[in-house]
């Protein structure tokens, strides 16, 4: 069935709040969930990692000149936003910057951040394992969307892994070997078109998949009682 983006938006944010998740990032993780199954990567399959479960992310920061920093236990979801500005201010001071997020509840996720700084001037490279194998995806900095490269299906890599390496040149090399021979390569103007056709055309959800949203949604809502009926708010 199709779901306008905006109201699905509406429903991820109130299911994550329902579950536990912090405002800045039910918010971050639900236009991400979205945006991911707008352009067809399984967004609220990978949103259910998140329902009523810990934050348990750390990540680390290395540079060309300073080491790796002792890992840190992330504060939100890493892989949405924070491990890519991590990753750029590192590089603003050394070249490079790399940023290794584990334990990552839903690392497809990061696909969404690859795609908030597309358009930055800056190259990312990006690699995310999940129950699929192990992901790659890059942006070049002057396209507006990301381009994937492909999945490694024969991975035996742990999952819930995200490594963002941002650079200052290309002529830096980036710590992420793509594995030779990825299909299914997808690349900025297909994203494009498959996002602008979502905004226009609404979303794919499977009803079992919406029924489990608003469940959680319900836990955020005031139980119906005569004050609830005639309070004013």
């Given at each position: 069935?199709?779901?306008?983006?905006?109201?699905?938006?509406?429903?991820?944010?109130?299911?994550?709040?329902?579950?536990?998740?912090?405002?800045g990032?039910?918010?971050?993780?639900?236009?991400?969930?979205?945006?991911?199954?707008?352009?067809?990567?399984?967004?609220?399959?990978?949103?259910?990692?998140?329902?009523?479960?810990?934050?348990?992310?750390?990540?680390?920061?290395?540079?060309a000149?300073?080491?790796?920093?002792?890992?840190?236990?992330?504060?939100?979801?890493?892989?949405?936003?924070?491990?890519?500005?991590?990753?750029?201010?590192?590089?603003?001071?050394?070249?490079?910057?790399?940023?290794?997020?584990?334990?990552?509840?839903?690392?497809?996720?990061?696909?969404?951040?690859?795609?908030?700084?597309?358009?930055?001037?800056?190259?990312?490279?990006?690699?995310?394992?999940?129950?699929?194998?192990?992901?790659?995806?890059?942006?070049?900095?002057?396209?507006?969307?990301?381009?994937?490269?492909?999945?490694?299906?024969?991975?035996?890599?742990?999952?819930?892994?995200?490594v963002?390496?941002?650079?200052?040149?290309?002529?830096?090399?980036?710590?992420?070997?793509?594995?030779?021979?990825?299909?299914h390569?997808?690349?900025?103007?297909?994203?494009?078109?498959?996002?602008?056709?979502?905004?226009?055309?609404?979303?794919?959800?499977?009803?079992?998949?919406?029924?489990?949203?608003?469940?959680?949604?319900?836990?955020?809502?005031?139980?119906?009682?005569?004050?609830?009926?005639?309070?004013?708010?």
């Amino acid at each position: 069935m199709k779901t306008a983006m905006k109201e699905l938006t509406s429903l991820c944010r109130a299911a994550l709040e329902g579950s536990g998740w912090a405002q800045g990032d039910y918010e971050d993780a639900a236009d991400a969930a979205v945006w991911l199954q707008a352009v067809g990567f399984g967004g609220l399959e990978a949103l259910d990692g998140m329902l009523g479960a810990q934050t348990r992310e750390q990540y680390t920061v290395k540079g060309a000149a300073c080491g790796e920093h002792p890992a840190r236990q992330a504060p939100g979801l890493a892989g949405c936003v924070l491990a890519f500005e991590l990753a750029w201010a590192r590089a603003t001071k050394e070249g490079i910057g790399v940023v290794r997020v584990s334990g990552a509840l839903a690392p497809r996720l990061a696909l969404h951040g690859l795609k908030t700084m597309s358009g930055r001037s800056r190259r990312f490279d990006l690699s995310w394992r999940d129950a699929g194998g192990c992901h790659f995806a890059w942006t070049d900095g002057g396209s507006l969307y990301p381009t994937y490269l492909g999945c490694n299906a024969r991975s035996g890599a742990a999952t819930g892994e995200i490594v963002v390496c941002c650079r200052t040149s290309d002529a830096i090399p980036s710590p992420i070997d793509v594995e030779p021979g990825l299909s299914h390569e997808l690349d900025p103007e297909e994203f494009e078109a498959r996002h602008h056709g979502a905004i226009w055309n609404g979303v794919d959800v499977e009803p079992a998949q919406l029924a489990r949203l608003v469940d959680w949604k319900r836990r955020v809502l005031v139980a119906e009682s005569e004050a609830s009926r005639t309070t004013c708010v």
